[in-house]
């Protein structure tokens, strides 16, 4: 067996042992996604945490979306290979920061995109994800909503709910705000015929040359049932990989250098260290942990 193939036998053999199940976030590296149990966006695989009779989850993204598994999980072993994987986003606002943005704006509820902290999500009212966020601020009464931490989401989120006067904190994807207008401007010229799809954490120039904005999950249904047979994926480049497995009989174009270096960082290397070892435990004090589900919960409610 060469080593490639033991590296992949070996979470197979391992995931049996200890009842463990893999959820594979779709901007992961694709050896990671190929040996995936559930494949897709932090809400989806929250929600497969939830519903798995599995007693030990891999996480295979950033911290924030294994605590997020965690708060919906509570009695499952949650595991992140990697604990340096974070979200340079959620780490943009904290609970102090948070504190202050309310006592801004007191009495307007908080509105926590899922890339947040479980301390920032304990703070807030309700959380949401790129995909349902519109649904989630539609949800609350009129007037004036505080929503944290991505400004760009908040900015896409406000031109569709016209009747919402959003005040958004100052956080942005690095990610995201580097991709070049150029370079989508390149691509549809190499490329005539394809569409290009943006996601919400990009900003307005950039959505601007865009036919269609979507969250990743959004992506795949998007791509499914779209009348064109080519794409522009504006998004982080293991999105391109997943749509290709998902949606194989159309065709995929990568943007240059749109990579996440934290969702990077997940190695099948480190997936079996985590199974083998059973490390990298993520634990949430429990007065957070109250609170954060409550935020969690009232989005799932949603649906
Ligand atoms: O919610 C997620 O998983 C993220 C970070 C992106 C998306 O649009 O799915
Ligand atoms: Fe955070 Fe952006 Fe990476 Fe997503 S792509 S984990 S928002 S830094």
């Not at 945490?49 to 499952?76: N, R, W, Y």
């Not at 703070?123 to 004036?144: F, H, K």
């Amino acid at each position: 067996m060469s080593d490639t193939q033991a590296l992949v036998a070996e979470p197979r053999e391992l995931k049996q042992q200890l009842k463990a199940v893999l959820l594979v976030h779709n901007y992961q590296n694709p050896e990671v996604q190929d040996v995936g149990d559930y494949l897709g966006d932090s809400l989806g695989l929250s929600r497969q945490a939830a519903a798995t009779e599995a007693e030990v989850i891999v996480f295979c993204g950033v911290h924030f979306m294994a605590q997020t598994a965690k708060l919906l999980s509570p009695d499952k072993t949650v595991l992140l290979p990697d604990l340096e994987a974070g979200c340079p986003m959620a780490d943009m606002i904290g609970p102090a920061e948070l504190a202050a943005f309310k006592a801004e704006h007191p009495g307007c509820p908080v509105v926590a995109y899922v890339n947040t902290t479980a301390e920032v999500k304990a703070g807030s009212d309700i959380c949401c994800t790129s995909a349902n966020a519109v649904e989630v601020v539609r949800s609350l009464p009129d007037g004036q909503v505080l929503f944290v931490p991505d400004q760009y989401l908040a900015d896409w989120v406000a031109r569709q709910v016209p009747d919402k006067q959003i005040i958004p904190y100052g956080g942005f994807c690095p990610t995201h705000v580097r991709i070049n207008p150029a370079s989508v401007r390149a691509a549809r010229e190499a490329h005539p015929e394809a569409e290009v799809i943006g996601h919400p954490e990009s900003p307005p120039d950039l959505l601007a040359l865009c036919d269609a904005v979507c969250s990743t999950s959004g992506m795949i249904r998007h791509a499914r049932q779209s009348a064109a047979r080519e794409f522009i994926i504006a998004t982080e480049c293991g999105m391109v990989y997943r749509l290709q497995q998902d949606v194989p009989d159309k065709v995929f174009h990568a943007l240059p250098e749109i990579v996440c270096p934290n969702m990077k960082r997940t190695t099948l290397e480190k997936v079996v260290a985590a199974l083998r070892e059973r490390r990298n435990v993520i634990e949430i004090p429990e007065d957070i942990a109250t609170a954060a589900r409550r935020a969690v919960q009232r989005m799932v409610e949603i649906g």
